[in-house]
């Protein structure tokens, strides 16, 4: 395989394939509207002509989202069944997309009975369908806690009043999935790459634009529906053969995958979690489920569901599109900003009665503001964060070891930020764009800590402001804090000069005379 020469590049029309209009409009309502598919189906869903209501715990989280002003948004539990029964007034079809990958122990007892609700309340609401996506995985086999649960989950809605439709899809791939960048670190990192022997083991993939055009399309099903589907791409590979498609697919060197004979999935998940984005508690659930094979045993959907305009998209060519979106700075969701709930900064008039420790810094210039706003809203990720990159490469790896997020998660667009995305190991808390941007740290700490970053107008110029905010949790808490304050006066200080001094340079390329060359 080395030496195979890589596909075209994606046009923008393959990567943002056309949806067709529904024959006949729904009322939909979307669970998990802030996770990874859910973000993805809702603008499909849309622009096929449903009408589409969206259930979130935190409004906030969606605030930045395009498609916001085209839904009704009801804030609401998943475990609310009275809540929920409300939600779904009125509406056709529910699309249940939650599943956790790191709930934690009981959490499937949990899921089981949060599904129970859903059918509950969809019955008696009217609803016509439940469209579930669940696991691909073999019969008669024992299979992982998480597996498991997510059989139980289409089980609960088959075996209810309503319809349901549940998709079982094997490794998703897409710009963004945890898939994918389990797939892509592993393949970059490691030329030479010892790995247990499940990497032997058969996987059936599934590009995620195929995921959301059947998710879609099971809107205007006709007729009564009440049964699980396998979807996958018909291609059957190994999970090396995966690492190595996608190697030559990036242009780089034949990877060398040596099986070992013995299965180690919690050593695996461990390793997984060290050298790629994906954290611990989620790396574990995610190799659990590659320890037996994920192929498709029927193509039953063929005769309900046509296939997508062009055909399913191949394994190779699903890498092709991830990597296209990646390049272009098309990431609509990624698995990093899924999910997540926390409690916010408090105000600085609350902060009377918390010992909270604050590193602040301030830097004038003549640069324009927006200049500076542009450097701000664009930090971290490939453009780094603007001092010392050694000893914020030394801090991510010790995060990492210590089962934490690490600087390998990056940013999903280069230039652009919305609340609930991650920065590295930060997740972006409130952007005022164009002034503040505040980020929440989701390193492993002794405390809890936050970074802002804001530029304001000043005179003919402006002026930068940083601020290091950390509540210490105990005496640990505090000693972390002193620990770090020499890092602190060299870091701090060279980031704000740099900043500064990056958007100065950024104005002056900006105002050379078009057509001028250095």
């Known amino acids: ?49 449903h009408t589409v209501k969206v259930v979130v715990r935190t409004p906030a989280k969606i605030a930045g989202v395009p498609w916001l002003d085209d839904v009704e948004v009801v804030q609401g539990s998943l475990d609310d069944g009275a809540a929920l029964r409300k939600a779904l007034d009125g509406v056709d079809v529910l699309y249940y997309l939650v599943h956790s990958m790191a709930a934690g ?11 129970g609700t859903a059918a509950r309340a969809a019955a008696a609401a009217g609803v016509d369908r439940i469209v579930y996506l669940g696991g691909l995985h073999p019969a008669g086999t024992e299979l992982s806690t998480h597996m498991r649960s997510r059989e139980a989950v289409g089980k609960v809605f088959l075996d209810s009043p309503v319809d349901a439709v549940v998709f079982q899809a094997g490794v998703v791939i897409g710009s963004g999935s945890a898939s ?9 990192t490691l030329p030479l790459m010892p790995a247990p022997s499940w990497v032997r083991n058969k996987i059936e993939a599934i590009a995620v634009r195929d995921v959301l055009h059947y998710l879609v399309a099971a809107a205007s099903l006709e007729g009564s529906t009440n049964r699980t589907f396998d979807i996958g791409c018909r291609q059957v590979l190994t999970y090396a053969e995966m690492m190595q498609e996608y190697a030559a697919e990036a242009g780089l060197p034949h990877r060398v995958v040596l099986a070992l004979p013995v299965p180690a999935p919690k050593l695996a998940g461990m390793w997984v979690a060290l050298v790629t984005p994906i954290p611990l508690a989620m790396s574990l659930p995610l190799v659990e489920s590659l320890q037996h094979d994920a192929v498709s ?30 390049r272009d700075g098309q990431v609509e969701t990624t698995w990093a900003s899924a999910g997540v709930d926390a409690d916010p900064l408090p105000s600085d008039p609350d902060w009377a009665g918390y010992r909270v420790y604050v590193d602040e810094r301030s830097f004038p210039s003549d640069v324009d503001p927006q200049h500076v706003w542009t450097i701000i809203e664009g930090i971290g990720g490939r453009n780094g964060w603007y001092s010392l990159p050694l000893a914020w490469q030394v801090r991510g790896w010790l995060d990492k070891l210590t089962g934490g997020a690490g600087l390998l998660r990056g940013r999903r667009h280069p230039h652009l930020l919305a609340e609930g995305e991650v920065v590295d190991w930060w997740r972006v808390e409130r952007i005022d764009r164009g002034r503040l941007l505040r980020l929440r740290a989701e390193m492993r700490a002794p405390g809890r800590a936050w970074l802002e970053l804001s530029v304001e107008p000043e005179g003919t110029g402006s002026r930068y402001l940083q601020r290091a905010i950390f509540f210490p949790k105990g005496l640990s808490g505090r000693l972390y804090w002193l620990a770090v304050l020499p890092f602190h006066s060299v ?21 050379e005379p078009a057509g001028r060359t250095t």
């Open 180 to 188: 994918f960048e389990m797939i892509r670190h592993l393949s970059e």
């Open 1 to 49: 395989m080395n030496g195979t020469p890589t596909a075209p590049e994606p046009t923008p029309e393959q990567l943002q394939p056309v949806i067709p209009k529904a024959a006949h409009a729904k009322t939909v309502l979307v669970t998990g509207a802030t996770g990874y598919i859910g973000g993805r189906l809702v603008p499909r869903l849309l622009e096929a002509g």
């Open 105 to 115: 122990k009981g959490f499937e007892a949990k899921e089981k009975a949060m599904a």
């Open 491 to 511: 870091i701090f200080p060279a980031m704000s000069r740099n900043i500064t001094a990056a958007a100065r340079e950024l104005e002056n390329l900006e105002s």
């Open 297 to 326: 045993r029927e193509h039953d959907i063929d005769a309900r569901i046509a296939v997508p305009a062009g055909g399913l998209t191949p394994y190779r060519r699903a890498v092709a599109l991830a990597l296209g979106k990646e």
